[in-house]
Every structure is written in structure tokens, then in C-alpha cells.
């Protein structure tokens, strides 16, 4: 865990909200900002003077009191104002921080944060102040529970250690701002089965408008007092008048108003009252929930039916709508808490229970970090969950728009965290691609625009996209072994692949059948590659090897075979002619012209900024050479279709011994340093950081404009390449780069739950999962009931998290032992691999002797079955020859 205090903790800012639910964030000095709930993006918005405060008391006197939060370590010059929306009085640079950073109130001199997602953990401590207080905050997260993970609110529980030699009363106080309409805010309290509520509505918008919404908190605390509404008055006299109530007396004063007050943001408050004697602790937990249950499409520009003037997304006007998934599940805000208190021992534990069995596991601090870290994608406003449960997502997100709209295909392929963890909202993706996306030609859109069916995207096919998809059908079969959802997607597989061939595809990708992309290729980099490469032939030929493999369980044998053979006339090509002794490489002759021919008059779309001459476009007249392209460089996704094909269990789709030299070359020609790097593109790494550029060019050849980006340091792109090197060997380079890459993410210069690429929170950064899969070696498939378990390194002490299919838990193996413990769901098991060479002695199952068959080396055959529920634990002894018996049971009993 890496605790940050002072100015590594400038940039942390940890989300708290569930899947496609938005969320708030937990700032490194404890300030809660980013508050994102209201169905887009807010980076930097404050939503008033929403925050927690904390005094004590001695025989009604107030000893001290302070807002719970750190010192600031914004710019002390003020921010700019990005958004006109933001803009009010008193605010922007050259004013200060903004008065709703709270960092002109009394705070603590100390505070830390320790994050370990999905869990936070802070800590603040101050001379002045009698005692020390404790904050957990988080959002359940439970792999394989996505409507447990999908709650909308936010969960925090405070604890006071009472550290001086006589008793106090402590009060610690949520306060929240009622922003919701600016002329209509109501607020009430009341107690719901013996709790306390405070809830913010507004009486302006109906239910169904998406500019309706709700908040509310909740307490645990037996002992409450509460402000229905702060003063209200010019100037800064609300939070002054606020602070004068609470530290004035032990119990916050009731104030009513009964009518609103146009353009004003009323406040409300929830305070728990405790009296510790000296040196005792006490705990309260509060939940903070919100409810905006309809949402349009606000980004694509749109005209009044009748103006025709463009419409900004805050004056909606009867567009088309759908509802958040959490709102078609609860009715308002205050079902969303009683649901979370009534259910808060389950959600609680198990998200305990991940977090301690992800956390425990036996990766580098880097490697854990980083596959930790950006889970965090999953609770930001990236992901939405449509109506019917589906997850959508942008491919990040800017201040207050999303970027890159439409599940891209091409950048949630490398999303791994998504398929392991929460399954069925991965097939859900497959779904509305295949209902939504899929042209009858077999060319997949690779966007999809809401509301689903609505004004499809329309733009060629990705090469990228396109094959990544047929991947990961195959990967998420893999994981949920349902033949009939298997068969439902057959005709798109089939499809899709044929498109290569298809003379419907003017982009001529294979029209003769060879296993090489030779035509025009539209990829994640934004434009197109001319000619054969690495990398997109290389997730052709793994998209081949996966429709054979689907072909075959279906029963397709003349598919099978004529894919197979593809396959294998590919990955000839692959190994003597785009291998050039030291990595593999484009082929192409960037001085020939002619390579644009047949593409001369297509039309192209506006979308990319691209003109309807493909030569005007594409031709460097001053250089004569083909723009946007590698060439003879070094290109960090060559070997990308091992990487998914290796994932999914399929045959290799390069040469090994070229591809341990590619990777190798990879190592020594595309890690860099910042300082010393040339990069015009978009920056990811300064100064002394570290990382993988996109391509270089070691022969010195480079185009003279190549592929865009090709300078940067993505981290998507990075973990890809990472956790392939960990797969083949190359464990220390591997953890070397991942190390490289959270080093700029240390909190002081970037925050650590939010790693960038075009715009926040960007989905493909959650490649980092494959790190995990790559030093744990875990595999699955759910239709023949095989779960393996490989570690990249032996020997030693292995312990691992693992998610397959509807189950989760850990693994773990010593010389002697191999435990796998389900923690969640349930796990049926035909074959289990265990990784070490020593022969078998005892298997038991919850301490119980338990049959089964060697079948192979490594591997138990339990012929009728065998099926794990929560806590169950299954138990492989192994022998060492070398040992008695009496030391061997010692050492079976040291590691169990």
C-alpha cells in the first residue's frame, strides 16, 4: 500500500460509485470533489460545500472543531475556469482557491490516504485536536455480482480514537448541497426504520426529465441532530453562518423554510453524536446516495426542431431518452439506502473479502497496483449501464463530456478487466454489437451510439476492432460455457471473419484468402495502414484460430478447415517475410504512390477530419512517401494477436524463437526515457519518467510523418506488452515497465486511480488485468469444466485471486500444496492443473477425503464432478520422495 500525504497526494482522487452510476471522488487531503453523479463528467466540481466536519466537546464546551480534510495542495493562485457554467463570483485564477475547496476552514495539520481499490483509507491528526479519526471509504465491488457493484452511492465510516485522558463528545457531520434546480430545492429529514434521512429533491422537473435528480444521506449513528437547511444569505454568509451553528452548540439547531429561493443552492446536514471515554474508539458509518434516473444523448450535436439553433445539454428538449439500469431497480434515493443498510453486512464483507484476496496475492507491489488501480474505470463516468442491464462505454472521459463515444471496439478489446470480473456485462457488449453494429456484409461498426439503434456510426470497418471482437466472443464463451448463447452468435463470427474476403469490403483486406492483411486497414491509431503488418495480421490470424475453434464445437467442420488453412498460409507470411531479424515489421513501400490506388476516390467520413482524397490525405507530396504509416519501425502491438490468442487457449500465432527476439527487441529499442525522447504527440511521460514509446525506428529509417501517436506512452498499449513479456519469460522486464508506468501515476504528478489517454478513467488502461493472468496463469473454460493454474514464476510460495465464470476466491501452492478456496458464486470443476512436478498423494475437499484421477501430468480428472460453493476448499498434497513422512506432513501443515 502507498500512503500519500502532503504533495503525493495532490492529484489522488479516488471514485466512489458503481458501475455506470457516476460517481464522487475521495481527494488525497479527504475533500470530496468530481462530482460526477449527474449522468456526464465533472471533473473538478465541487457541487457547493458538500463535506465532513468533525469537533469535540467537554461538558458542552467546544474543545476544537474542523473540516475533515488535509491542507490543500491545489494552485494557490486560483483554477482557471474551463466551463462558462463554472464560472461565479469570487472564483478563477487570480482569486484563490475556489471557497467550496474548504481550504480556507479550519483543518487537520496531518492527514493520509492509502488506497487499495476498492477500498480507501484515510487518517488526519492535528496538535490542536483532541483525538484522531479514521475514514474507510468505498462503493461495493463484488466480481461476478454487477447489480451489487452498480449501486449508486457512496459509502464512508468514520472512526474517533478518543487520545486524551478524559472523556469527550465527539460530532461528526455530513453536510450536502442542494444544486439540483435552481429555483425549486427541496429538503427534508426523517427517520426511515430507525435510521436517519436526510433527502434533497426538487419540485421544478418531472420524474422522467433527465434534469431530475436526487441525493440523500443516511447514518448508522444512534444519537443524531440535523439542519434541514443552512442559512440562507449574499455572500458567503451560509457556510458562515453554518460553521457559527456547529461550533457554537453540542447539537445542530433545526431550520425550516418552507418555500424556495430562486437561483439558490440550499445545504442540509446529518450529524452522529458520540461519547467516548479516555483512550476508547467509536465508529459511525454514513451513506451517501443519488438518483438520477433518466439520461439522452447530450454529446452529438443537436438542433431545435424549430430554431435549428444548436442545443447545449443543459437545456434539454425532449430528445429521446432512457433510464439508468439502478433506476429501473429502485424507485428513488431512499430505496437505494435502505437497500445498501439492509444488505451492508453482505456488501461489506465481500467486497472486503475481494479486496483482501486481490491484495494478498503474490504479484510485485507494481503489478499489483496497477491491476488494482484501474479497476477504477469500471465506478467512473467511462461506463454507463443502459435500461436493460447492458454496459456502455466512452473510451474515457474529458471535463465534462466524454470522449470517444460508442463501446470502440478497438480500445475495449484490451479491457481485460471486464471479461474476468464481471462476465456478463462483457457478453452484454457482444450482444449489443451483434444486434447493433453488425452490417449484413459482415462489417462491424465499431461504435455504438445511444440510445441503441438510434442514427447508427457510420464508418469502414476496424481491422482491429473487427477481429478483436471474434476474440473476444470466443474468450467470453471461454468464461460462460452457454452453447445456445455460443450458437446465437455464430452467424456473426462467421460473418465477420468472412468479411476479409468478402468483394462487398472495399477495403480489401484478404481477397485471396492468404492470412495477411494486405489492403487498406482502419485501426485504434486513427487512420489506416497500407500493406502487411504484424500487428493486424496477427489479430486476424488469432481471430481465425478462435472461429475454428467455434466452427469445430458447433459443429462448422468446412469452416474450421478453410479458416485453419488461412491461418496457416498467415503465419508463413508472418515468419519470412514480416520478420526482419529482429522484430517483425511493416511491409510496405512508402515512396510508391500507386500503394493508394485503389482507394483513389472513396469517400471518407468527416468524423476523423478526413478529406474525400484518399492520395490528398495519405500522399506527402513535398517527402513522396505514404503518410501515417510504420514502415521498418518497431511497433509495440506487433505481437498483440499472441497476446489474445495465449489468453484464450489458442494455438500461437507467431514463430516463438522470433517472438522472444521481437520482444527482446522491443525492450531495447522502445523503453525510454521522456528526457530524452522525441514526442510532437499528446504527453503521457515528462522528464525523467519512463515507459514504452509506440514505435521507434532502430534502423533509423523513420517515416517523415509516421502513424500518429507514434511517440506516446499509452498505458493500455504498455500492460499488453508487459504482461506478454511476463507470459514468455520476461518476468523482470515486464514488472520493470509496469513499474516504469505507475511511477507516473504517483499521486504527486498524476493520480494513481486515473490513467490518461484521450480523455480520464481510459478503458483501455484496464489491460493491467492481463498482468494478473500472466503471473498467476490462471485459465478457464466453463463448457469442459477446466480451470488451470500456471504461475509465470517457480518455484515458492504462490498465492493468487482468481475469477472464472460466475466465481471468484483464491489459489495457492507451495512445494507440497495446492489450495483453490471459492470465496463467491459458485464452481463446477471436471479437470483441475496445478503447476508444480511432484507426484500426487492426498486430494481432499473441506478436509474430506475426495477421489480423482491423474488424466495427465499436472492435471486431476474428477469423472463425475465436482461442484465448490462459498467457502469451499479444495485440497491437492503433493510427495516429495525426498522427504519422510513425518516431514512431510510438517510442511504440508506450515503452508495450508
Known sequence: MTTHSGSTAREVRFPLGGIGTGCISLAGNGHLTDVEIFNHPDKGYHHGYTHFAVKAERNGALVDARILQGDWQGNACGQWQIHDRLRKRHTGYGVGPDAETLAGMPHFAHSEFDGEFPMAQMSFSDPEFPGNIRMLAFNPFIPCDEDNSSLPLAWFELEVENTTDAALDYTLCLSLCNGLAPDSTHNRHEIREDRHMMTLTQRHYPADDPRYAELATTTDAQDVSWQTYWYRGDWFDSLTMFWRDFCGQPRLPEREYTQSQPGFADHASLAAHLHLAAGERGRVRFWTGWYCPVTYNYWTDWRDRATQELVHYDDYRGQKTWKNHYATRFTDVNAVLDYAVSNAEFLFSRTQAFHDALHDSSLPDSVRDAVSANLAVLKSPTCLRLEDGSLWGWEGVLEDIGCCEGSCTHVWHYALALPWLFPRLSRSMRDLNQRHNLRPSGSLRFRLRLPPGDDPFEFRACADGQFGEVLAIYRDWLLCGDRAWLEEKWSAVRDMLRFAWNPDNPDQWDPEQRGVLTGRQHHTLDMELFGPNPWLTGLYIAALEAGCAIANHLGHNDDAMLWQDIARRGRVTLRERLFNGEYFQQVIDLANRDTLAPWRTSAESADYGLSGDVWQQYWCEENHEVKYQFGSGCHIDQLMGQWFAGLCGLPPVFDPGQTQRALRALWQYNFVSARHHTNPCRLYGLNDEQGVSICSWPTGDMPAIPVPYAQEMMTGFEYQLAALMVASGMATEGETLTRAIRDRYRGDNRNPWNEMECGSHYARSMASYGLLLAYSGVRYCADTGHLAFHPALTPGHHYYFWSAGDAWGTVSATTHTCTLTVIHG???????????????????????????????????????????????????????????????????????
Do not use: K, M, S, V
Open 826 to 896: 459458485t464452481l463446477t470443476l471436471n479437470e483441475f492443473g496445478w503447476p508444480f512436478d511432484l507426484p500426487l498423494w492426498r486430494i481432499t475437499l473441506n478436509n474430506a477425503p475426495l477421489e480423482a484421477g491423474e488424466d495427465r501430468r499436472h492435471t486431476l480428472r474428477f469423472p463425475e464432478g465436482i461442484t465448490l460453493n462459498d467457502g469451499d476448499r479444495l485440497r491437492i498434497l503433493l510427495r516429495d520422495t525426498r522427504l519422510t513422512h513425518t516431514e512431510e506432513e510438517t510442511a504440508c501443515l506450515t503452508h495450508p
